[in-house]
């Protein structure tokens, strides 16, 4: 049975999820949206960290891995999402962009975390 593209990004999505959730974080917000902007998870760490998280995940590596799907425009759009959330939330912590790969494996996903991936 093939998997579409939907399917396999909404499995990385919950499987970045329970990731950070294992981890000790709060998952606030999934598919966080502002304008065209679009941030796949937010996480809580404490009272003190906030994490804006894009998730890729990808059937194989043949293309390349995960991270190296992140465009500069991504990111640009990421920063505006995270700054309108910071102002939604009031928030006065610290914040930190993540990316995490995932590649489908026959049982689960390789997962790969790169903490601080961007300013």
């Not at 606030?28 to 502002?34: A, G, N, P, W």
């Not at 610290?94 to 601080?116: A, N, P």
């Amino acid at each position: 049975m093939t998997t579409s593209a939907h399917e396999l990004g909404r499995a990385g999505e919950d499987a970045a999820a329970a990731f950070y959730q294992q981890a000790g974080y709060t998952v606030l917000l999934r598919s966080y949206r502002h304008g065209r902007a679009e941030v796949d998870l937010v996480v809580q760490y404490g009272q003190a960290l906030l994490v804006f998280v894009e998730v890729k995940t990808r059937s194989s590596s043949q293309y390349g891995t995960p991270e190296t799907f992140v465009s500069s425009r991504k990111k640009e759009l990421f920063r505006l999402a995270a700054t309108h959330l910071q102002e939604e939330l009031n928030w006065t912590g610290d914040i930190r962009f993540d990316i995490l790969g995932l590649t489908q494996l026959s049982q689960g996903f390789r997962v790969e975390l790169f903490e601080d991936a961007f300013y």
